[in-house]
């Protein structure tokens, strides 16, 4: 809305209204005492004035208004920061629903995937009005996924999975950006969020190639890389079976726990002996370089899809 006065950046989702509410209240608070300060500071240098006349008293400290200066702007410092800090914590809640869409920063492109399986780079196609969910994570550098008309930006992280998320309430086509330098090409990489009506993204979606989706091509790398000799039931067992390990709680050789999150997941693939579950050898070796963080994003879609004994402890 108030982008309508010239000052603001396109908005094209709710966030992006109450981010501009809270700087419109910046802006207007910083105009006040600005124009207080300037015309106290005109009108004190004319009444006060070199003259002939006899000098007035010099003062000397004033307990009252030393208090009144530190007091106020202490209750409108706090003001903004609990404004500031309600709308970051409010946002940080991912909505249940809303469609998953996994993204990879690199060197120096954008990959995403929609659930269905479409993939795109450098572009984006989602529906208005609909929660978009991101797991985002990076190849190599930290890249940052910054869409201003969303007022959405955040850090793109490799080893880490941030979970993020934005509902746009506009249709058209959106500039995104990365907004953290990571190299040479830094400012190429450079898309565009289009953001449709939802028949329209259905439309969009079925007539793109699907290919496998995210599960699919992680059931496929479970067999091809062969992880299913060791992990499935019923293998000869060198290692856990998998079926409801996500999100379980392991007990580690040499004592300490961990929850089987993204994190830990990612970290047995790439350095299993790091954390190795309780009752078993360290014989896995590591895939560090024969699976890319797009494959380890599939391999987490199937895992979560593994239901069985999701009993919490170990087999
Ligand atoms: Cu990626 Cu800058």
């Known amino acids: 809305m108030l982008e309508k006065l010239g000052i603001f950046p396109e908005a094209a989702s709710e966030f992006a209204d109450q981010v501009d509410y809270l700087y419109f209240f910046l802006i207007g608070v910083t105009i006040f005492f600005v124009t207080v300060i300037v015309a106290a500071l005109a009108y004190l240098s004319v009444r006060y004035r070199h003259r002939r006349s006899p000098v007035p008293t010099p003062v000397h400290g004033s307990i009252l208004l030393e208090l009144t200066w530190s007091g106020i702007p202490l209750v409108i410092a706090l003001f903004i920061f609990g404004w500031g800090a309600k709308l970051y914590i409010e946002h ?37 009005g609909v929660p978009i969910l991101l797991t985002m994570t990076s190849e190599d550098v930290i890249h940052s996924f910054y869409v201003p008309a969303f007022r ?8 880490v999975y941030t979970r993020a998320h934005f509902t746009a309430d506009k249709t058209g086509s959106f500039h995104l950006f990365c907004a953290e330098y990571c190299g040479t090409d830094h400012s190429v990489m450079i898309g565009k969020v289009v953001v449709m009506e939802p028949s329209e993204y259905e439309a969009w979606l079925s007539g793109q190639p699907a290919g496998e989706t995210p599960v699919q091509a992680g059931e496929r790398l479970f ?23 996500f999100g379980s709680k392991r007990l580690l050789v040499g004592g300490g726990e961990a929850i089987a999150d993204e994190e830990y997941i990612r970290e047995s693939i790439l350095r299993p002996a ?26 987490m879609a199937y895992l979560k899809t593994l239901g069985g004994a999701a009993e919490g402890a170990n087999p």
């Open 92 to 128: 940080q809640d991912m909505p249940p629903d809303g469609i998953e869409i996994s993204v990879t920063g690199k060197q120096w492109m954008w990959k995403l995937q929609h659930p269905s399986g479409q993939r795109e780079i450098n572009a984006l196609h989602v529906p208005v």
């Open 152 to 159: 959405f930006k955040r850090d793109v992280v490799p080893g």
């Open 223 to 245: 067999t091809d890389l062969r992880c299913n000799t060791c992990h499935a039931a019923g293998s000869d067992q060198k290692g856990p079976d998998l079926a409801g390990v």
């Open 274 to 299: 790091r954390k190795v579950v309780f009752g078993y050898e360290p014989l896995m070796p590591t895939y560090q370089g024969q699976v890319n963080e797009t494959q380890i994003l599939s391999l």
